[in-house]
């Protein structure tokens, strides 16, 4: 069978104080169960959000539901899971609901990651995140970083950081003429 649960319209809100919109554009949910035997249908999986700010997120799944012996429906633990998750983040401000007003975050992200495994065993995953126009400022600490870029891989559930940068701005010309010439 098919199952497909799509916006029409509306906006979703982000609890806080005040709530914050989401701004919601798109967002739909697609599933397909095809049987494969008498016991066994294999599901596929959709997703897609997408928001007048924050950018969208697109998702993919397969997996395979079998039928238990008391009549129930479950995913079978034996069977590996595949997902796939591509996010296209335009502004990252909305991170700062979750750090609070201690911590500023901004950029954008472009995020790709594959991961498959068991419900009861291994799974694997590989992917690769690129970010620009970072900004992370948190004024107690004297911390502002802006411009930043980043290039991060995933592989065999490892993380590497390629590159994280953020170039040097400075804020005000040192008057004493010796500093002055080594900058």
Not at 149 to 170: G, I, K
Request: charged residues 20%; glycine residues 10%; proline residues 4%.
């Amino acid at each position: 069978g098919r199952a497909r649960i799509v916006r029409r319209s509306g906006d979703l809100l982000i609890p806080g104080d005040p709530p914050v919109p989401l701004g919601l554009n798109a967002l739909s949910l697609d599933l397909a169960i095809k049987p494969t035997s008498a016991r066994t249908s294999r599901e596929d999986g959709s997703l897609h959000a997408r928001t007048a700010r924050m950018g969208q997120v697109d998702g993919s799944m397969q997996a395979v539901v079998v039928a238990t012996d008391a009549g129930g429906l479950g995913l079978d633990p034996r069977q590996r899971i595949r997902a796939t998750l591509n996010a296209k983040i335009s502004d990252l401000s909305w991170v700062s609901l979750f750090t609070g007003d201690s911590i500023e975050v901004g950029g954008a992200v472009d995020a790709t990651i594959d991961a498959s495994g068991t419900l009861n065993g291994q799974w694997d995953s590989t992917g690769s995140v690129h970010a620009s126009g970072l900004k992370l400022v948190q004024i107690d600490n004297g911390v502002r970083l802006f411009d930043g870029t980043l290039s991060a891989t995933l592989a065999n559930n490892v993380v590497t950081l390629n590159a994280l940068r953020f170039p040097a701005m400075l804020r005000v010309l040192p008057t004493e003429w010796r500093t002055r010439t080594w900058i």
